[in-house]
């Protein structure tokens, strides 16, 4: 028995004439004139092996069973393929139904579901052609985001996920207690943490950056890419409760150094999905979103805009746009504001900088001004903001002072305070937020379709 090849294999290297095997799941099988034709599809590439049985090739029982979903073992020899769209076609020795699939219950058994209706059997929707493209360009995408950190010298660090501190200050984090909640303990009407597993509030990270501009303090080049969370209220297509983020943070480094890496690392990653994924992505062009090749192509190759959050007020404002949320100098941009601005303004990336620093966290590094903070986004065409970063505040007065304004609790962020006081450096990082990356990647329109199990308000399955 010869050993198991993917179908990726045989269909872009496989050697006519060869004796082989294959295992996976029927997609469909038609009959002609006695011939079965049955496509094979093992998920490692969007295609099937068309595996072709001979008149009186299999006992009539056993056919019966090759229903699309059964999964199948396959032996047989690789011949050229008379038929359109494949190179070669497997000429069926022996065919053994491994697990049997009831075509009147099962839910892929059509094609053309809505993604609606697939995310409702999330644990099937990979045997899809979209999904299965979307998860195989997610793996491609995560592989190139180490690449090109590791290429550069940065050091991979795994920040936690369980912490007591709310990088972004914005009162979304999601509580982690080992609380019976059905007696909680109160100290004066109020929950008494301290009878809690870690004796103190504690939470799920939002950010993994504050950990991590520890340990670019000693390292000088790091990034983390793991999971954050937040009870996000906004119930929308580019919001998720649980997301990755891709976070560098980097040493010695200005908001100059970080917007360069941050364009450098977007199109890098676009590169190599583009390079690798070549059939998913035409795919996906074809049947999901039309221009997203060009679209691709296009960020890969532009050269990023860059203005300051006052150029864009003003480029706003005179557009003479009838927005929803108005625009005033101090409010924060708004989805609607972003996506005029790269996809209507400019139609080309942006990047968005110094920004008020009273509608940024707090260690977000003061400009001179006085009033804005060398804070970045970064803004794409169809998706609106990807990456968010800044260049920190290294100065420990005006960092004492930006937490006090906020009402702060200094002495639960002496450690952050430590790295001011201890040889402390000009550094700067910005997270990706790797569905929406994978969004603009892949030219599903809604991020719950690019993630396995979609964590989001009133939506938990698995
Ligand atoms: O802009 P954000 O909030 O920045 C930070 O968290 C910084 N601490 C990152 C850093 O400097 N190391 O989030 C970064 C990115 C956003 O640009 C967006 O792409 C994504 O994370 N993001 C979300 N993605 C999905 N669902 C949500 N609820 C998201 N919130 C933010
Ligand atoms: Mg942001």
Redesign the pocket.
Known sequence: MPERTTVAALLHDGEIGSRVRVQGWVRTRRDSKGVSFVEVNDGSCLKSLQAVVKPDGLPRCTLSRVTTGASVDVVGTLVESPGKGQRVELDVETLAVVGDCDPRSYPLQKKGHSFEFLRSISHLRARTNSLGAVFRVRSAASAAVHRFFLDRGFFLVHTPVITSSD??G?G?MFQVTAFDLASVPLEDGRVDFDKDFFGKQAGLT?????Q?ETIACALSNVYTFGP?F?A?H?NTA??????W?V???MAFCDLDGCIDLAVAFLKEVIAAVLDQCGEDIAFLNRWVEKGLLKSLEHVRDATFVRMTYTEAIETLKASRRSFEFPVEWGADLQAEHERYLTEEHLRKPLIITDYPEAIK?F?MRRNDDGRTVAAM??LVPR?G??????Q?EERLDVLKQSMEARNMALEAYRWYLDLRRFGTVPH??????????MMFLTGMQN?RDVIMYPRARRNLEL
């Open positions: 990088c972004e914005a979304e939002v950010s993994g950056q504050l991590a954050t937040r996000e906004s580019r919001h998720l409760a649980e997301f983020m976070e560098p943070e966290p260690y986004d970064l998706i903001e990807i990456v968010g970063g800044s920190r700067a990082g910005f997270g990706v937020g790797f569905e929406r990356f991020i």
